[in-house]
């Protein structure tokens, strides 16, 4: 008996139920990010940054026209590859490997959205390309007078190491004011694990009536899932400075930006060196950076 032909029909089919699955199991992050549309090639410029410029004030009544420019920082992005495949059994027909509800269609699909929120994350505190051509690497430069909440930071008292508290949001929320963030205008994101929504539980307690009405909190799981309009989002793998210190990214949505130059494609083929099985594979290009080193705010926790 002849293999099962693969059709056009098969392939339509499989693409649009992983695109189905993609839409309702999005990736955390790229929907908290600004889009963008426009990165094409091996790099993108995204964004130019106009620094400040001053107004020139009582002038002379006959005097020259001000010309004054402002700098500009041009912000690149750097497309990333991801790819995942699934190769079926002997037992497989063409009909369950495209099935939506099938691994290869879901299994896929999930770790494509792991991936995107792994560049997302990384992007936070990585360098970011910036200049002509984005060929200088810019670190980001923690400052506690700027982007820096540190781990044993504490509105009141001694300093002192803890888990997430509603003192270190409300500094972080101050810093990007500071930052000329318009936070009532901005969108605000605050990434955090379980644990540091459920530090925020603990620490609910002792919060003023005044600032517990402004936490949005889940009774059943006993954890605070938004605070003062910030929403939290949920993410077990930040990054960890040591075993016991972890940093919780606070942004505003235009202080990070993603893009797909490469939307997502899916194959489906018999791979003659695997005796003939059906393989799945899928592929896109994706970027992640972030614009303002302002605009992210860098919380750290502190758990033994």
């Known amino acids: 008996m002849a293999f099962e032909q693969i059709s056009e029909a098969h392939r339509l089919t499989y693409q649009s139920n992983v695109e189905l699955a993609l839409q309702q199991k999005r990736a955390r992050f ?5 889009y963008q549309s426009n990165v094409k090639g091996r790099s993108a410029k995204i964004i130019d940054i106009l620094g400040e ?5 009582d002038g002379s009544d006959r005097g020259d026209t001000p010309n004054v420019d402002p700098s500009v920082e041009q912000v690149w992005m750097t497309p990333r590859h991801i790819d995942t495949g699934y190769l079926a059994g002997k037992e497989d ?9 099938s691994k290869h269609v879901q ?3 999930a770790a494509m959205q792991r991936a995107q ?14 200049g002509k051509d984005g060929l200088t690497a810019s670190a980001y430069v923690a400052d506690a007078d ?3 909440v540190p781990k044993d930071f504490v509105l009141e008292g001694a300093a002192a190491n803890s888990g997430m508290t509603f003192g270190k949001i409300l500094r972080g929320w101050m810093l990007l004011t500071d930052n000329e963030v318009d936070t009532e205008m901005e969108k605000l994101y605050l990434g955090l694990t379980t644990r540091e929504m459920q530090d925020l539980f603990t620490d609910l ?5 005044d600032f517990r ?3 949005d909190v889940d009774q059943v799981q006993r954890m605070v899932t938004g605070f003062m309009g910030i929403e939290f989002v949920r993410y077990k793998n930040l990054p960890m400075i040591s075993a016991t210190e972890r940093r919780c990214p606070m942004w505003a949505q235009s202080g990070m930006h993603y893009g797909e130059p490469m939307p997502l494609e899916t194959s489906m083929m018999r791979d003659p060196t695997k005796k003939m099985r059906l393989r799945t594979y899928m592929e896109m290009y994706v970027g992640a950076t972030r614009s303002d080193d302002k605009k992210v705010i860098d919380l750290r926790t502190y758990h033994a």
């Not at 410029?53 to 004030?57: K, L, P, T």
């Not at 929120?117 to 910036?130: G, K, L, N, S």
């Open 30 to 34: 790229p929907s908290r990010f600004t």
């Open 53 to 57: 410029s001053e107004a020139e004030i």
């Open 93 to 101: 027909t063409i009909k369950a490997v495209i099935d939506y509800s």
């Open 107 to 109: 299994g896929l699909a």
């Open 117 to 130: 929120d792994t560049i997302c994350v990384e992007a936070f505190f990585a360098a970011r390309r910036t």
């Open 146 to 148: 700027v982007n820096l």
């Open 205 to 209: 307690q002792f919060l003023s009536k």
């Open 213 to 215: 009405d402004k936490a």
